[in-house]
Each structure stands twice: as structure tokens, then as C-alpha cells.
């Protein structure tokens, strides 16, 4: 072993060489080298802890912002809410955060990082299966637990040996969990020493193994689900309304990579009725939604009919997706006839809540039939009330007390030009404002069963019926069973890696002159294990026990 620079007795050190100035040269990595320094860097545990966290910061834009994937029409009007700050979210991806290329790239890197983390050590774990217990330690007593015991001659002339006494505690061992190899060699004077080495707590590292690997499944079949799956959202209005799935059908269809139109199922869902109940009687609630159903009829091909409900966190599967109950609002159907009386537009018209209490607002749009094209931007108030200014606003957000209001405008639509626009926003830009506003002209104001003239004789409206719709979101996800599959096992493999120990245990016996028995006994825990010291006293309890010893029996000493 060498000294220490500074003790008596080492020797001088040597001076440098006239051109060395002591500087350590060390080699150049290379290309190769660096290789190896980023692979070891990026498939270190710590590496793929940090991902896993920055996976679930870059996570977070996801939930303050709303996706295009998920909800559209909150990214359109976030656009209208938010005109400067939108476009800039928009460059950085954010309305895309899980499919953009900075959280790929996160995701990318984790994956590679638990695979290089996860083959590496399952080898190794396999080595260490088929391998021997290490061989007992010389010093016992420096290990955890140890406790030395001297067991006495039966009868006279009648001792335990040492290989007989390993043996016994080789099966205590072995009844007990542990693998357990004998060692035994010659002592002094013909006095024989054996030893028995015991491990327990492999599968500890089989369930830390088992959560890595399902991290990577998961990885896998969350990236295959976004490739082979799609997302879109309908909306559907009550009293008959149906969906057909069929890509043309949806509102706004978001597929994934590798999606294909064949992959989707054909069925029908009919929105038959919406019901929602809201808190009338607690203090500080009243108003406040308790519930939310969707009554459905619903068809698969070559099916029967089936009756259906869609609740909030309760979708309806059918046809290889899942139905979300994503929103709900009012749709009041309308009805536009020419001056003669000839019906140019009657449906009902999604509206869009602008607050808790349904105040709601929407756009009706008529190219046709009337003598020019004309646009109206409404509001409705499911029950409405008026402010002291003269403002109307809803104070509950039941259909008590209806009432639509219209502003009128006429010109240029912007529907001919072929550019896809959306059904809940007007570009007045190229178009007058004929009623609200500065026109000095009221706006329309129309309660169910209403019927009034439009501005410039064009015709009339009328307010027919109030109608409920449900947003539903239609979600195919191949992967899901698989999904679920992993995030069970990787919970069972982390409660595993958590709860059982991994420990090695000793048991060394030695013939006295005296045909007494000297035991002893230690165990060194992977880790922490808070029960190690009172598992080698059990070991040791149990083993005296049955050589036929007896607590007080002989000399016992505890360190």
C-alpha cells in the first residue's frame, strides 16, 4: 500500500524533467470518445429522471391553453379573445403541444434513454440470478445485525458439528426466501468452520426492471395510438339530430399520422334528448350545474337499435371509439322568409355560452333567397333579465324566461370566394349594419313563437322553438388496452421495487476444543432496510432453536 506524500518514511519526490512544467496531459476523446461520453450521459438514470420531468414541464402549456386535437373551437376563440398574443403561441406550437416538434423531441429523447437505461441492467439482473451467493466475510462483526452465539454440547460427549449445524441453518434460510450455497473448509486441530451465504430481494430489481420497461411501452403505444388514432368533434342538437361516423360528418377531424378513412367504423348516434339540472337551494351554488345527460339512439351496422346515455366522465364506446360529452349549450331554431312568404332558412342554430349562466352568442348566416346576403349576429339569454343601464344578461342558465336578440347586416358574406370560413364568426367588414349599434334601428328582439319583419321589407323572422345540443368528442385509440396494460404493470413493478428488500444474510459456525459451537451471525442490505437487524436476530433465534438451544443457553453476545 503506498504512503501518504507527507509521511516520514516515503520517499522524496522527484523533481520534473527540465521541459516538463507539471501539467497533466490527458489523451483527446476523439470522435468515437464523444460518442461514447453523450451515450453514457443520455442513458444514465439521472439523465432519464431529468426527461421524465421535463416531459411533464413541457406537459403544462397543454393545460393553459386550449389544443387544437382536443377543443378547435376554444382555439378560434382564443384567436378572437387574445389577437396579439395568439399568433406568437401559435409559432412555438403551443395550441399542438403534444404533437410539436420541441416535445417530441423530449419524448424521442426519454425513450432512448430508458432503453439504454432498461437493457444494460436486465442483462446484468440476469447474470446475477444465475450467480452464487457471494462468499462469507471474514469479519462478521463488522456488518449489520451481528450477533455471535456458543452453543453447548447436548449431552456429554454428543456435540453439534459444524457442516451439521450450517445445514440446519441453510434450510431455515431457504424456508425463508433466501438462495443459500454451503462453504465449508478444515479448521485447526481437526476442528471443522462452515459457513452459509444467503440472498434475498432479487425480485426488487425485477420490479424496478418491470416499471422502466413499461415506461417504454407506454412510450411505444402512446406514439403508435397517435399514429393509427383520430379525434374529432360533432355537434348534435336535440329532438333527432344524428351523427353518422363518416369523415365528412365531423365538425372539425383531427387524424393521426397514419390514419386511414377505412379505419373508421360506421354507425349513427341520434341525439334524442339533453337534460341538465342545476342547484336551486344551496346558498352560494344556486345555478351551479349538478348534472348533465345526453339520451341517445344509437345504430351500429348490420345492429339493432340501442337507447344510451352519455354522461359527463362517463363516455359512450361504440364502434372501436369512445364519446365524450365534451360541452352543451342552446340552439334556437330560427326560420328567414322572402316577402312572399317562401321559407329561405329555418334550422337551429348553434350558440356559444359566453358565461356560467348561458348567455350565449351566435351567427346565421343566409346566402341565398332574399333580394341581397345577409349575416346576423345574435345573443341569447336563456332567462334574461336587464341591467339598470338597459343591458340585457341571463341570471339562471335554465330556459326560463328565452329571449333572442339580432343584429342585421347585409352585404358581401365572403362565401364565394372558395376560403372555408367558421359558422360562429361574421366578417363585417365588407357588410352595413341595418339594426343594433349606431343605426338608430333596435335590434331584432324575439322571444319562442315570435315572429318579426326584417329591415328594407326583405322578409321576416321568427323565434320557433328552443333547442339543447351536446359537443361531442370522438376519440379512437388503438393502443388504450395496451396502454393500460403497461401503467398497471409499471405500478406493480414500482410497489414491488418499493416494498420488498434486497438483503444477504450469513451464518458461520466454528468447533471449539471443548465441543462447544461458535455462531455467528450478519446481514448487509442493498439499500435501506429498516427490518435487517431484527430478520438476522429472527435467523438467529430460529436456527439456536432448533440445534436445541434455548434463550440463556451458553454464551450469547449481541453486537
Known amino acids: 500500500m503506498s504512503r501518504p506524500s507527507d509521511h516520514f518514511d516515503s520517499p522524496a519526490p522527484q523533481a520534473p524533467a527540465p521541459d516538463d512544467d507539471g501539467t497533466i496531459v490527458q489523451p483527446k476523446l476523439g470522435f468515437v470518445g464523444w460518442i461514447r461520453w453523450f451515450w453514457r450521459q443520455l442513458t444514465s438514470m439521472r439523465t432519464a429522471l431529468f426527461l421524465l420531468l421535463l416531459l411533464a414541464l413541457a406537459a403544462v402549456p397543454g393545460s393553459l391553453v386550449p389544443q387544437r386535437a382536443a377543443d378547435p373551437n376554444g382555439v378560434t376563440q382564443y384567436f378572437v379573445d387574445n389577437p396579439t398574443l395568439a399568433p406568437i403561441l401559435d409559432k412555438v406550437q403551443a395550441f399542438d403541444v403534444y404533437t410539436s416538434v420541441w416535445f417530441s423531441a423530449i419524448y424521442l429523447l426519454l425513450f432512448i434513454s430508458l432503453v439504454g437505461c432498461v437493457v444494460p441492467r436486465a442483462k446484468h439482473h440476469f447474470d446475477a440470478l444465475r450467480a452464487k451467493p457471494p462468499r462469507t466475510p471474514a469479519r462478521l462483526s463488522r456488518l449489520a445485525g451481528f450477533q455471535k452465539r456458543t452453543v453447548e454440547p447436548v449431552a456429554e460427549g454428543e456435540a453439534v458439528g459444524a457442516v451439521a449445524a450450517i445445514e440446519s441453518a441453510r434450510k431455515i434460510l431457504r424456508k425463508s426466501g433466501y438462495r443459500a450455497v ?124 340501442q337507447q344510451s346515455d352519455i354522461k359527463v366522465n362517463s363516455p359512450l364506446s361504440i364502434g372501436g371509439t369512445d364519446v365524450y360529452l365534451l360541452g352543451n349549450g342552446y340552439a334556437p331554431t330560427i326560420t328567414v322568409k322572402d316577402p312572399t312568404g317562401k321559407v329561405v332558412f329555418t334550422d337551429s342554430v348553434p350558440f356559444l355560452p359566453q358565461d356560467a349562466n348561458l348567455t350565449s352568442i351566435g351567427v346565421v348566416k343566409i346566402p341565398d333567397g332574399l333580394a341581397t346576403q345577409i349575416g346576423m349576429i345574435g345573443f341569447f339569454y336563456p332567462t334574461q333579465a336587464t341591467s339598470t343601464t338597459g343591458a340585457f344578461y341571463s341570471t339562471y342558465p335554465d330556459d326560463d324566461y328565452p329571449v333572442l336578440t339580432l343584429n342585421v347586416y347585409d352585404g358581401d358574406l365572403g362565401l364565394n370566394g372558395g376560403v372555408p370560413t367558421s359558422v360562429y364568426s361574421l366578417d363585417t367588414d365588407k357588410m352595413t349594419q341595418l339594426t343594433g349599434g349606431t343605426t338608430g334601428v333596435d335590434s331584432i328582439e324575439l322571444k319562442p313563437g315570435d315572429s318579426q319583419a326584417l329591415p328594407n321589407g326583405m322578409g321576416t323572422i321568427s323565434f320557433d322553438a328552443v333547442q339543447r345540443y351536446a359537443s361531442l368528442d370522438i376519440h379512437h385509440d388503438p393502443t388504450q388496452g395496451w396502454v393500460l396494460l403497461f401503467a398497471a404493470s409499471g405500478l406493480a413493478g414500482l410497489l414491488i421495487s418499493l416494498f420488498i428488500p434486497r438483503r444477504r444474510v450469513w451464518v458461520k459456525a466454528s468447533e471449539n476444543t471443548d465441543g462447544s459451537l461458535s455462531l455467528e451471525y450478519a446481514g448487509l442490505a442493498r439499500g435501506e432496510d429498516p427490518r435487517l437487524v431484527a430478520a438476522v436476530a429472527d435467523i438467529a433465534e430460529r436456527h439456536t432453536t432448533a440445534l436445541g438451544d434455548s434463550p440463556g443457553l451458553g454464551d450469547s453476545q449481541t453486537l
Open 182 to 305: 454451503v462453504f465449508s473448509a478444515p479448521g485447526k486441530n481437526g476442528l471443522e468452520t462452515a459457513s452459509v451465504s444467503a440472498e434475498r430481494g432479487y425480485a426488487r430489481e425485477t420490479g424496478n426492471l418491470i416499471f422502466h420497461a413499461a415506461l417504454v411501452g407506454i412510450l411505444i403505444t402512446v406514439g403508435l395510438g397517435g399514429g393509427f388514432g383520430y379525434s374529432g368533434q360533432r355537434v348534435v342538437v336535440a329532438g333527432g339530430q344524428t351523427f353518422v361516423n363518416t369523415l365528412s360528418a365531423y365538425d372539425s377531424f383531427n387524424p393521426g399520422r397514419f390514419f386511414n378513412e377505412t379505419a373508421l367504423d360506421p354507425y349513427t348516434i341520434k341525439l334524442d334528448q339533453f337534460t341538465a339540472t342545476y342547484e336551486t337551494k344551496a346558498d352560494g351554488a344556486f345555478g351551479q350545474p349538478t348534472d348533465y345527460n345526453a339520451d341517445v339512439t344509437t345504430q351500429e351496422r348490420g345492429g339493432a337499435a
